[in-house]
């Protein structure tokens, strides 16, 4: 099939070049296709592209880009000028007698920032959906050409139309009206926002005159918008083209009444946070599941909350089935860990949609009465009784039906199911998920190949591996009921996408050469831990992914749009750049960033580091060594010849991973004070790991994370803490900007332009300077939380959000408001007294310092929660300085005034204060100890009152408006990201029946504080 591209389209620069891009090139500029210009008309563009129709159909899809005239890739993609994102897609169909096609395009611009979202799935699919009429002509159900006549298929990106209009074409033809009003065509809504209609022409009604409109059926209504651009003129030299179909796409530019402008407001809606698994319903089996998001879905309504945001919900199951061990069945109710990037979890099935015989009926009955007992989720129990019992029913049921219900199923999702059900399979024969076992010898390797043949329907495991296309085929069924229903309430479903996948999933079995297997997945220490994370995931081999352009990465967005309309992309900084771990470490502290730009032995030596080696082990000094673990260090710990004083690890305790092992027993150990003890020991002996100030990688150095919170850091000299202080800051500041931004907007810009998905970034945490730069320009809306302010301050104000944003009171990882408020009166009294003890060793340290030393050990601008404003290159670095002494006295200034000789109680609670007189706005000079209904009231409002698109409320600050629906502060916590044993058990404490039925006053003062605001 030749492809001729035709565009109108005036460039931006003098010497840049205009091309087309698609999916027959993964939408690289590498290898794009140049388009010339006309010799015949101005600021029109052509070119030729010949595809190959190996299947029975193909779809390509394609999109203009102005690029300047560069060889470099990088450079290209950092100036290239996109159109608006408007991926056009044709239909090829093997064997058709066309050989040609013609497409007449315009250069789409780039639409308004608060327009942006009017594109996407929440609108295409709920609020603005139109309904695609099968009746209207198009290319395969139109008549016979003949050599008089051509056909001509309008297509148009217009992103708004309202439920209930449709867009029509009007034009000079006969068959498009006459440019009558009242005979316009209708068109049907196609891929997102486009609109499109064949038409037969008549040669001699060249050239044609067109334009569109937006309406409804009624046709003496007032046109509601129409096109700013008027009329259009087609035309073709009927002898020079012997072509006889023709493709148009164009963009509608919208142009409102005075009337509608007026009216008009920035699209933005409030919402609810709560994972499924926390439902409750009467008829839910000890779990929430994914049909009671229907009663939820009335409840939220009733509310006026227009989005339910959920956690993960992939299948985690690794241990399920395959252990006695109590404690790692709750490992699978980590829902960032999952077995398969799709593949959904059969915890939220529900049991009753299934054929059931009496017995099962009755078994299931009283098992639900004795789950719905319990307040929380008894995640081991109810997985093991969910499987028990589909395995009871699948055994019952016709397997030649279930193969042929599923069969589209499985083909559908070819590149991904088969190997997900084979693991499952192989998983339960070898009582093992280990795949470094021996029991896994013959299959540790495998290929899609290999893997279609052990699940064809001669394969001796069919059997079994039909048991899980029909479970994952049930699940995907009940999901998509869950979601339509939701869509019809008018309501949007949020998910979540997690950054990793466990390495015993089938992803890793099936792609290996995706990922970095000898490196775990984490975050450095922050808000969340000051440890750092472990995920304990493999992280990405991104060369080795861009290769096919991203595809493993785009089949997980296309899936999850399925199900969803908007989602969040969970620690996006892991596309800039990710936390890699030791795995012969513990604690997440122990990683390096990849990519990155360690420092050479040759730099270190310019910054005062004059041999780095020996900065590469732990610094373990005896005037650091605790008295309490004097008998005990000997075991762990032994002197260093030549030179007294000093002491490192045997050779038996060389990782943390040992120490870890060598404790292993301390839940066993019956004497509490003997378990406390050896606790403490294991946790001095990992901290004393984290006494170095370097990590080696090649002849290359990366500079330790947290090292000044180490005692062995304070006992060093003065002068070298501030040279270890300023390469710190120096790496994990401001040398990656530009490498960081690169990476970020080269794999963001191509994965994402697969999804038409609302995409919300996840970017809590330590955020490179270089993320909001580009997550701006892709559009993405980034993630706030008022108590995680990104300034100076210590609190955000709302009001300062920005529109393309989403702000939230917390998040599953964080406390609840009343969980925070109980602990900020805790910490804020010891971090009152540490801060008097900084002051006065500050002032010890200082004194010790003369005049010129001083000048010596200035340091780059800023704590280490700031960044240099401009961008160094590190190989010719340029640093603004100011004097650290006059910076740290400045700060003892504010502290010494705010603290005042005297600390009172009141001056204890700063924060608290702050936040209850500034944030909320109380006049009273006493700040209370619990979060009040009031204080819940206000901080809702002042929530939905701000700027941002998209608010939305965790489940229990919800019900903390409510003396009655709230629960034990500590029973309220979702997650503790500092503990990778955590159970996720949350639940609702009364069922969503109830909740609707007693408690209307309650729903009715959410819906009111959200009516007065300006949401949607």
Sequence with gaps: MELRFIIEHKLTKEGNK???????????????????????????????????????????????????????????????????DCHRKIHFKKGSKQSKLVCYDSFTPTYKEEDFVLQTSPFYQVFYSGKKNENLPNEDNIKE???????????????????????????????????????????????????????????????????????????????????????????????????????????????????????????????????????????????????????FADWASKAHLKLI????????????????????????????????SIALNPIYITLDRLPLSEELKEEIEKTRKEFNKEIDLNYPEVIGFKMQVLRKIFESLDKDEITNQVKD??????????????????????????????????????????????????????????????????????????????????????????IGVDKCSSDVWLNPHLFRLHKNAGAPPDYFSMDGQNWL????????????????????????????????????LGFFRIWEVNPKQVQGMFGVFHKSLPFTREELKKLGIENPDEWITPRIEKSILLKEFEKDYPKFLEEIENKPGFYKFKDKYVTQKVIDQEFSNLNEIKDEEERQYLTRLKNELLMIFSYFAFTKEGDKYHPRITIRFTRMYRQLPFDL????????????????????????NKKLSRILSVTKMLLIAEDLGMIPKCVPRVLQKLRIPCMHVERMSRSKKNFDNCEDYEYISYCTTGTHDTENLREWWSENFKWEEGEIKQKLQKIEQTKKILSRQSENEKELLSLSSGDETEEEEEEEDPENEDDKKEDFTNHILEKMKILNKKLGKNVTIKEKRLRSEEFYHTNLGFKEEEIPKEFSTEMVKRTLTNFVNSKSMVCVFPLQDIFALT??????????????????????????????????????GFTNEISQIIDKSDRF
């Excluded at 990465?553 to 996006?572: A, C, G, P, T």
């Design 18 to 84: 205009l091309c087309v891009v698609g999916s027959w090139n993964h939408f690289s500029l590498e290898n794009s296709t140049l388009l010339t210009a006309s010799e015949q008309k101005d600021n029109q563009y052509e070119g030729v592209l010949n595809i190959e129709c190996e299947e029975d159909s193909v779809t390509v899809e394609y999109r203009y880009v102005e690029i300047p005239d560069e060889q470099d890739l990088d450079k290209l993609e950092d100036d290239a000028i996109w159109e608006e």
């Design 145 to 295: 050409i003949n050599k008089n006549e051509i056909v001509i298929r309008f297509s148009i990106n217009a992103f708004c139309v309202p439920k209930g209009k449709q867009v029509y074409l009007m034009g000079s033809a006969t068959n498009m009206g006459s440019m009558e009003y009242s005979k316009a065509v209708q068109m049907s809504p196609e891929d997102y926002s486009v609109w499109a209609r064949e038409v037969l022409i008549k040669k001699s009604e060249l050239p044609v005159t067109y334009r569109f409109v937006i309406k409804g059926k009624d046709e003496n209504e007032k046109e509601l918008w129409y096109d700013q651009k008027g009329e259009r003129k087609f035309t073709v030299d009927m002898h020079q083209e012997s072509n006889n179909v023709y493709r148009v796409n164009d963009y509608f530019q919208f142009q409102f009444h005075e009337e509608i402008k007026k009216q008009r407001k920035l699209w933005k809606i409030a919402g609810v946070s709560v994972p499924i698994f926390s439902l409750r319903t009467k008829s839910s089996l000890g779990i929430g599941e994914f049909l009671d998001l229907k009663p």
């Design 309 to 340: 945001q959920i956690l993960p919900i992939n299948d985690t199951n690794v241990f399920g089935e395959n252990t006695e061990d109590y404690e790692k069945k709750w490992h699978d109710s980590y829902p960032y860990s999952s077995l398969s």
């Design 409 to 498: 199923f499985v083909k559908e999702n070819e590149s991904w199911l088969p190997a997900y059900a084979l693991l499952r399979v192989l998983i339960n024969e070898y009582k093992c998920f280990d795949r470094s076992q021996k029991v896994w010898d013959k299959y540790r390797k495998i290929d899609l190949e290999t893997v279609l043949q052990l699940c064809s329907q001669k394969s001796e495991r069919y059997l079994q591996v039909l048991f899980w296309y029909w479970v994952q085929y049930n699940l995907s069924v009940q999901l998509i009921e869950a979601n339509k229903y939701l869509n019809s309430k008018d309501i949007i479903m949020m998910g979540d996408l997690p």
């Design 537 to 572: 995931f493999p992280t990405y081999d991104w060369e080795e992914m861009a290769k096919d352009g991203y595809k493993w990465w785009k089949q997980r967005f296309s899936n999850m749009e399925k199900y969803m309309q908007v989602l969040r992309i969970d620690h996006i």
């Design 721 to 744: 803490r501030m040279k270890l202080r300023e390469i710190h800051n120096k790496y994990y500041f401001r040398r990656h900007n530009k490498l960081w931004a690169k990476e970020g």
């Design 963 to 1000: 003396e009655g629906l709230r629960r034990p502060i500590k029973e309220e916590r979702i997650n503790l990201p500092s503990n990778n044993n955590h159970h996720w058990k949350y639940r609702m404490q009364l069922n969503i029946e109830d909740l609707i039925q007693n408690h209307e």
